[in-house]
């Protein structure tokens, strides 16, 4: 019954590569997010989908591609992994009806580039 | 024992001590703050919240103040227990993005 579900927990893969990490919530949440938490534990929103439309598009390299298939999912796929691409990637999930902007949070994947 | 979130990150208190937890935030016109609760390994956890038009909350064993003022949160934790060692984070949300502040490390030693 796990509410935010990333897959995998851990990547490590190698420069130059593609990868992409899944992302399920079962909250019926209209809107998803990802962010990137880099080393000194600093949390950067990435994107933000409300209802599979993308709403906020950080700066962000466009080797990063989000992709929602449905209100459940938003997947993140990385083009060309570099080394400061390492970093534990969050999915979270919030619902804007009822007036609280609280977010849900995945256990986070940690990638690592070498 | 105090700690200003951006500046001093890291937060160490005996058990049973109360501890709080600053935040600056830098937009006038965020209207909702929440802190959220980030242990070891894990995803951050929301703690309590609180809108702009409010100064003070509580909830169990925690109070966060706003001081729109000067653009200050805090987070208090009263009777600090080994369970509330984690990182902590405020958020701030202004036109519908949330945007969170850097982490305090906060240690608690028996």
């Known amino acids: 019954d796990t509410a935010v579900s990333q897959t995998p927990k851990y990547l490590v893969t190698q420069m130059g590569n593609d990868k992409s990490i899944k992302c399920e919530q079962n909250?019926?949440?209209?809107?998803m997010y990802w962010y990137k938490q880099d080393s000194k534990k600093f949390l950067k929103i990435m994107f933000s989908?409300?209802?599979?439309?993308?709403?906020i598009n950080e700066t962000v390299p466009n080797r990063f591609s989000p992709k929602s298939p449905d209100k459940a999912h938003l997947n993140l796929h990385i083009n060309s992994l570099e080394l400061g691409d390492s970093a534990v990637y969050f999915c979270?999930?919030?619902?804007?009806?009822?007036?609280?902007?609280?977010?849900?949070f995945g256990p986070g994947t940690r990638l690592t580039v070498t | 024992g105090e700690s200003v979130g951006l500046h001093l990150p890291t937060l160490s208190v005996q058990e049973g001590d109360n501890s709080i937890i600053n935040c600056a935030y830098s937009?006038?016109?965020?209207?909702?703050f929440i802190w959220y609760k980030q242990e070891s390994g894990k995803g951050p956890q929301f703690i309590i919240d609180?809108?702009?038009?409010?100064d003070k909350r509580q909830g169990q064993r925690v109070t966060v103040l706003l001081n729109k003022t000067v653009k200050h949160l805090s987070l208090q934790i009263a009777a600090t227990q080994p369970g509330d060692s984690a990182v902590y984070f405020c958020?701030?949300?202004?036109?519908?993005?949330?945007?969170f502040g850097d982490g305090t490390t906060l240690t608690v030693k028996p």
């Open positions: 909250l019926g949440h209209d809107t």
């Open positions: 989908y409300n209802n599979k439309e993308l709403i």
């Open positions: 609180i809108r702009s038009n409010m």
């Open positions: 979270a999930s919030s619902d804007r009806t009822g007036g609280s902007y609280e977010q849900y």
């Open positions: 937009n006038s016109a965020s209207d909702y």
């Open positions: 958020a701030e949300r202004a036109a519908g993005k949330s945007t």
